[in-house]
């Protein structure tokens, strides 16, 4: 059965390019524009989510916020920010100490997104 994984970014360009990387390589894609929309969803899917790939900086509820809401709830879900820039230490901190990679920035290098996502689902 495919792993599931949700991206979420309020740029379509970005939602659809990382869907079509990952979807190529077998994973059950399914995409929100912003953190209301990414909590709607999961909760559509009972947390049946295996990855997240999040957006830092989006209008309405940034990543930062919605990575506390999802974690309120579905606290197994693995998540991978994605942004435009660095993270600052508030972000890199968070990412240390929940145990996640270090965020993927845009413009993405197609082979480090599918080798981080690989690594972060165990595979």
């Known amino acids: 059965m495919a792993k599931t994984i949700m991206i979420v970014d309020d740029?379509?360009?970005?939602?659809?390019?990382?869907?079509?990387?990952?979807?190529?390589?077998g994973y059950d894609i399914k995409v929100a524009y912003s953190g209301r929309e990414c909590m709607k969803e999961v909760g559509k899917l009972k947390?049946?989510?295996?990855?997240?790939?999040?957006?830092i900086m989006m209008p309405e509820v940034d990543g930062i916020t919605t990575f506390y809401n999802i974690k309120k709830v579905y606290p197994d879900i693995k998540i991978i920010f994605i942004s435009a820039v660095q993270p600052d230490e508030k972000v890199k901190?968070?990412?240390?100490?929940?145990?996640?990679r270090p965020n993927i920035t845009k413009p993405f290098d197609i082979g480090k997104v599918v080798e981080t996502v690989?690594?972060?689902l165990g595979e």
């Open 11 to 25: 740029d379509p360009s970005i939602r659809y390019s990382l869907g079509r990387i990952l979807g190529v390589k």
């Open 47 to 55: 947390g049946k989510v295996d990855l997240i790939l999040l957006d």
């Open 93 to 100: 901190d968070l990412l240390r100490a929940e145990g996640h």
């Open 118 to 120: 690989k690594e972060v």
